[in-house]
């Protein structure tokens, strides 16, 4: 006999952080494997929820800061950007009350 450990729907959901539905989707498309004890009970292999993990492939490298920082100032500095931000500052503004303090 083997020495894996078996858990429950509910503690697998816990441990997945995902819930008991998605566990049992997931016994229903074959990602993982349900056992069942007895007529009702149904298990999980622990060790199979780690197959569940699959990386997130990235893009290339990051910004670095002077990238960012450019590309900041490339947008904040945009003509277009500054004539908008003087057309709809007026709409933005809140009237004040009368005896309001300025």
Do not use: H
């Not at 298990?43 to 929820?49: A, M």
């Amino acid at each position: 006999m083997n020495n894996d450990e078996y858990i429950t729907i509910a503690a697998a959901a816990e441990i997945a952080g995902v819930s008991t539905k998605s566990i049992r989707r997931y016994i229903a498309a074959g990602r993982i494997t349900g056992y069942r004890v007895g007529p009702r009970m149904i298990r999980v292999n622990i060790n199979e929820l780690q197959d569940l993990l699959t990386p997130i492939p990235t893009t290339g490298a990051l910004e670095t800061p002077e990238q960012y920082a450019d590309r900041v100032d490339r947008v904040t500095n945009d003509p277009r950007r500054i004539e908008k931000r003087k057309r709809i500052a007026p709409a933005l503004t809140v009237p004040r009350r009368s005896g309001e303090p300025a």
